[in-house]
């Protein structure tokens, strides 16, 4: 079984950090509707009868894009391939993109659950970022999804935001926690060159956190997200009970998934082999591909058992139960301890791992706080092996 990823990189404008591919809405959108179809189409040829546990719309803003266009392209999906009754269905929407028709429109055609993008409940942060929304738009919002049906939903928050303080971001933890969605993802505020933010940080018109007290934030973050009942089960995402993202746990149990749309990645298994590729990252040329009735592919790589048995690692260690044992020996045929010896045992040391359950490979919160000098570790220790 796999899951399905569609992205729509369009939003009503950039936000001052934003790297993601995405643009500004214009008028290439219709055309992306038709392609995307397209796109589905020959995905069904090549992949027929696949089935489908989870769908997960994500951008871009999905709902910069008519209800009706995201109706249209789950339903083809839903034509195209066997997707469970039970299937997680999620979209992304951004406050002032959508109102309670487009959601309850979005709910009848099966969308069942909705993910926010917040990030701060300050409108003077919310400003300093870029974001397009205020947070009482961000409330009318919630409400509306809520009245439309939809009663799982994750709200997205973040930290490390230029003249945040520890107690913003708790007091929107808190403010946030109150309305009682069902799961919260809280990033860290990555600054990436190339962005607005990141020029007027170098150019001293702004200023960010120091990381010391970034770190501060996450870890006072973390704690108030567990007191309020939301349990972290990957580095940045916290759910209550039973409402772990089903769609964003096959990546990190590196299962099969297909993406389509401009830039979605795919990891999917042909005649036995694990391929990884990638579409095309601009709209014209995805566009142009799938126009000429092409899949729209920019690379393709196949994966080798140690390339997957790393990735394997890479994304397990992010949860917070870690890697299952048994799942990874009877997919690699060896014990995932064994394989990695020198870079266990250099970590145990440090009291990163957790010994509670033997049957899982676990970090503690420490070795999560250091997961890439850890996986740094893995990767070096396994390579040497791999090539003596
Ligand atoms: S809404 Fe999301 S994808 Fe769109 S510009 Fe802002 S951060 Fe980027």
């Known amino acids: 079984m796999i899951g399905v990823y569609v992205h729509i990189p369009y939003c009503l404008r950039k936000c001052r950090y934003c790297d993601f591919v995405s643009v500004p809405i214009d008028e290439t959108a219709g055309r992306y509707r038709s392609a995307v179809l397209r796109e589905i189409e020959l995905c069904a040829q090549k992949y027929p009868g696949e089935r489908v546990k989870s769908v997960f719309f994500g951008g871009g803003t999905p709902t910069a894009l008519p209800a009706d266009d995201l109706c249209a392209i789950l339903d083809a999906i839903k034509t195209a391939f066997p997707v469970e009754p039970d299937a997680e269905i999620s979209i992304e929407c951004n406050p002032k993109t959508i109102g309670y028709e487009g959601?309850?429109?979005?709910?009848?055609?099966?969308?069942?659950r909705l993910s926010i993008g917040l990030?701060?409940?300050?409108?003077?942060?919310?400003?300093?970022?870029?974001?397009?929304?205020?947070?009482?738009?961000?409330?009318?919002?919630?409400?509306?999804?809520?009245?439309?049906?939809?009663?799982?939903?994750?709200?997205?928050?973040?930290?490390?935001?230029?003249?945040?303080?520890?107690?913003?971001?708790?007091?929107?933890?808190?403010?946030?926690?109150a309305l009682e969605p069902a799961h919260i993802s809280a990033y860290s505020l990555i600054l990436e060159e190339g962005t607005p933010l990141y020029d007027d940080v170098l150019a001293g018109r702004e200023t960010l956190p120091e990381?010391?007290?970034?770190?501060?934030?996450?870890?006072?973050?973390?704690?108030?997200?567990?007191?309020?009942?939301?349990h972290r089960y990957e580095v940045s995402n916290f759910a209550k009970p039973g409402f772990e993202c089903r769609h964003n746990l096959i990546y990190w149990h590196n299962e099969p998934y297909l993406g389509l749309g401009a830039a979605a990645h795919s990891s999917m298994i042909e005649d036995g082999?694990?391929?990884?590729?990638?579409?095309?990252?601009?709209?014209?040329?995805?566009?142009?591909?799938?126009?000429?009735?092409?899949?729209?592919?920019a690379e393709r790589i196949i994966t080798n058992t140690f390339e997957q048995m790393f990735e394997s690692v890479m994304l397990g260690l992010r949860l917070t139960e870690g890697i299952g044992r048994k799942a990874f020996f009877d997919r690699f045929g060896s014990d995932v301890i064994e394989t990695y010896r020198e870079a266990y045992d250099k970590n145990d040391k440090y009291g990163f791992w957790d010994h509670a359950d033997p049957a899982y490979l676990r970090l503690t919160r420490s070795g999560m706080d250091h997961l890439d000098s850890v996986l740094r570790d893995f990767r070096e220790r396994r390579l040497i092996d791999f090539l003596r």
């Open 103 to 112: 959601l309850s429109r979005l709910v009848s055609t099966g969308f069942n």
């Open 119 to 177: 990030q701060a409940t300050q409108n003077d942060l919310l400003n300093r970022i870029g974001r397009v929304h205020t947070f009482e738009e961000f409330l009318s919002t919630y409400r509306a999804a809520k009245d439309a049906g939809f009663q799982n939903i994750n709200i997205d928050l973040m930290h490390g935001l230029p003249g945040q303080t520890q107690a913003d971001y708790l007091d929107a933890i808190r403010t946030v926690a």
């Open 211 to 230: 990381e010391d007290a970034v770190a501060d934030m996450e870890d006072a973050g973390m704690d108030l997200l567990e007191e309020l009942g939301y």
């Open 273 to 297: 082999l694990w391929v990884r590729f990638s579409n095309e990252s601009s709209i014209p040329a995805y566009l142009k591909k799938l126009e000429k009735g092409k899949l729209p592919r």
